[in-house]
């Protein structure tokens, strides 16, 4: 090293909450006078003490910020972001019960933002956009499954009472459709599940089986993760990334793409892989603390499995049968 080069920078482990109401509402909290990027917006939060888990410094952070006391939390997105002079790995975690009123106890003004919309306070720091924009990802990721050409009138009923009981993003995906994944056929299906997802407000994603131009109409891309290595010479599609992932191999390999989020499994056992051994619940949250962006857990999901699945890290869940 010649003399006056950098050291490399320190690294940083942060604790950060969403602290979010039952109606969405996001608690942000602005950085007082006197610290690094003063007066920027932030999630409430602070660096983790080398005695620490995440949730403990979170809880400890929340009390000083805020005065609360948090009574439930799960982790959510591990994000590491390198700044000018740090290194920053942000824990995210999500935060959807607390005793007592949040208020500034380091004299930071607090505002009660709707995630959803554009910010009413600005700026945000760098770090903390990407988590903002990842609270708009709906909590169920319903996955196609009309089959056939017969089947496809009852196919699209299910598929609109799922949207009709919220369901609000969609996979287009048909393992089995006779005519094959780029059939006439299936193209009018799918117009007509874009349509139906339209009509809900739902966005619609189509996955990487089917022709990349079905993914233009619609909102996004979902990537087979056998697909990701030549998804890196195809032109970016406009719209969300989606990527599925089974193993460590294969998310690191999605990272390099910089998905809006992973699908990562199967993580119970399913009947769309019988015989295959599931990745279980701490092998599910060991791989999605690596992924740098939010994990649907896969395989076996439903309502029962919901809270145990944001427990273990999970943005939310995916599947055709249950949700
Ligand atoms: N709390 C929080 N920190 C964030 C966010 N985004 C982001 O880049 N950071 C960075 C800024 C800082 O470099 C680091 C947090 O350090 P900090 O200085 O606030 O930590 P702290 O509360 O423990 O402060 P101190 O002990 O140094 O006074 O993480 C965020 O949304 N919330």
């Known amino acids: 090293m010649s003399e006056g080069s950098t050291h490399a920078k320190p690294y940083i482990r942060v604790a950060a909450g969403l ?10 909290g602005q950085r007082p006078v006197g610290k690094p990027w003063e007066g920027w917006w932030e999630l409430p939060g602070g660096k983790i003490e080398a005695d620490e888990t995440v949730l403990q410094a979170l809880a400890r952070e929340l009390h000083e910020e805020l005065g609360i006391a948090v009574t439930h939390s799960t982790r959510w997105v591990t994000y590491i972001h390198e700044y000018p002079k740090t290194i920053v790995e942000l824990n995210f975690c999500r935060v959807t019960a607390w005793e007592g009123e949040p208020h500034g106890r380091e004299n930071q003004a607090l505002a009660w933002v709707d995630p959803t919309q554009d910010l009413t306070v600005g700026p945000v720091l760098p770090a903390t956009e990407p988590p903002l924009r990842w609270l708009r990802l709906p909590d169920h990721y319903l996955l196609t499954q009309l089959r056939s050409p017969e ?30 994944p780029s059939a006439d056929s299936l193209y009018e299906a799918f117009c007509q599940v874009l349509a139906l997802c339209r009509r809900y407000q739902a966005c619609c994603l189509v996955n990487s089986r089917h022709p990349i131009e079905w993914a233009q109409q619609a909102d996004g891309l979902h990537l087979r993760s056998t697909d990701v290595p030549a998804a890196h010479t195809w032109a970016q599609s406009p719209g969300l990334l989606g990527v599925s992932v089974h193993n460590s191999g294969q998310l690191r390999a999605a990272q390099s793409l910089e998905p809006d989020f992973m699908v990562l499994g199967h993580v119970l056992e399913t009947p769309s892989h019988p015989g295959k051994p599931p990745l279980g619940w701490e092998a599910f949250s060991q791989l999605a603390e690596t ?29 055709i049968r249950q949700l």
């Open 291 to 319: 992924a740098g962006c939010p994990v649907y857990a896969i395989g076996g999901q439903s309502d029962a499995t919901f809270a145990t699945a944001q427990s273990h890290g999970a943005h939310g869940i995916a599947g």
């Open 151 to 180: 089947q496809l009138a009852s196919g699209l009923a299910q598929l609109e009472q799922r949207l009709a009981s919220g369901v609000r993003m969609v996979q287009f995906r048909e393992r089995d459709w006779p005519e094959g």
């Open 19 to 28: 602290i979010l109401k039952a109606d969405g509402q996001l608690l942000l």
